[in-house]
């Protein structure tokens, strides 16, 4: 599957940062069951690239790919670790052309206009707009309709449940990345009824 086809699985990409591979596989059945089966799993903690694994190994329901990829070396690691799909919060020259030679679904993340327009020319028509309320918010992707026809957004970053129909209403959003369905504390506790109730919220948005 191509990125644009991993993502039209469902209006939301859960954004989560695993503490502990123990957490892994619970936490990715909740969300698979509440309708979310598209799961980006941030390199920011020393287990992320175990518990993507695991998540890849025992969930094959899920599809799970890696975010936070901010050189082709972590491209390439996500992919052993049986990653679907990256998804960086920017993206260098370097970043690009390895993905390109992979043939390996990516979300570049951009910013401006002008990444924007960079990537395109390089063929990518998806792209992560990043961190979102920051940077613009639905005010930037509204603007930016017109002049950058074609592209489509991933807006992530600060976008809750209360934004999210917003975002989702948006001619150029495909869908938008969060992580308010599997808060901390559940997590921490291991309270996967409440993630799966907060997954099934998030699939159901328009």
Not at 95 to 113: E, I, Y
């Amino acid at each position: 599957m191509d990125i644009a086809a991993i993502v039209a699985r469902a209006p939301v990409v859960p954004v989560l940062t695993v503490e502990t591979v123990a957490q892994a596989v619970p936490l990715a059945r909740a969300l698979v069951r509440g309708g979310l089966p598209v799961l980006e799993i941030t390199l920011r903690t020393d287990t992320a690239l175990e518990s993507l694994a695991a998540i890849a190994r025992e969930v094959p329901e899920a599809v799970v790919g890696a975010g936070t990829i901010l050189n082709p070396h972590q491209l390439g690691q996500a992919r052993e670790a049986g990653a679907r799909f990256g998804v960086s919060p920017g993206c260098s020259k370097e970043l690009a052309t390895a993905v390109r030679a992979a043939d390996f679904p990516f979300l570049p993340g951009v910013q401006t206009v002008s990444e924007a327009m960079t990537l395109s020319t390089q063929g990518f028509r998806l792209l992560k707009f990043f961190p979102a309320e920051q940077a613009g918010g639905i005010g930037w992707l509204k603007a930016v309709g017109a002049p950058l026809a074609g592209l489509r957004f991933c807006p992530t970053g600060g976008v809750s449940a209360e934004t999210a129909p917003a975002y989702l209403a948006l001619p150029n959003v495909a869908c938008v990345g969060g992580s308010w369905v599997a808060p901390g504390k559940a997590v921490a506790s291991g309270d996967w009824s409440t993630i799966e109730r907060l997954a099934s919220a998030a699939a159901a948005l328009k």
